[in-house]
């Protein structure tokens, strides 16, 4: 099941490879994921010291939370992932030009993980090139309804 998802990551790149990785999260930020008080969209994974972070993905406390803790809504996430995947993430970045992206978080086990992607940017015509695929399967999608209903 899906918490939050990054639609704009698919607009702005090329998805080449997808992975998942578990997240470390306090006792607050589980609380307020569950209620779904999460954003992705600004959100981007850095590698530092042979370790994956994510920045920029926003869970906004909950009036509830507890007096002694004070949450921090922009906090730099870390991401778990096998020692080996890591480093083939880290030898791609860095040499064929790749940036890391979050796609989604969601459950799987009781746990929350992120599914990151291997991705290029896409250059402003290729952006223009998908809005208008986009726009025209909605025109097509349009079309045939009338058509349909016109019978």
Wanted: some cysteine; proline content about 1%.
């Amino acid at each position: 099941m899906s918490i939050a998802e990054n639609r704009r990551a698919r607009f702005d790149y090329h998805i080449e490879e997808r992975f998942e990785a578990g997240m470390v999260l306090q006792g607050w930020e589980i609380k307020a994921v569950r209620a779904g008080q999460v954003q992705l969209t600004d959100g981007y994974v850095v590698i530092r010291d042979g370790e994956l972070y994510l920045i920029g993905c926003r869970i906004n406390a909950l009036r509830s939370a507890s007096t002694h803790v004070t949450p921090e809504a922009d906090r730099t996430k870390k991401l778990l992932m096998h020692k080996e995947e890591i480093r083939r993430l880290i030898g791609k970045v860095e040499q064929k030009g790749f940036t890391l992206v979050p796609l989604d978080l969601h459950y799987k086990g009781g746990r929350v993980k992120a599914e990151i992607a291997l991705a290029k940017g896409k250059a402003q015509h290729d952006k223009r090139d998908t809005e208008k695929k986009k726009d025209w399967e909605r025109e097509k999608g349009r079309l045939m309804r009338q058509k349909v209903s016109a019978k």
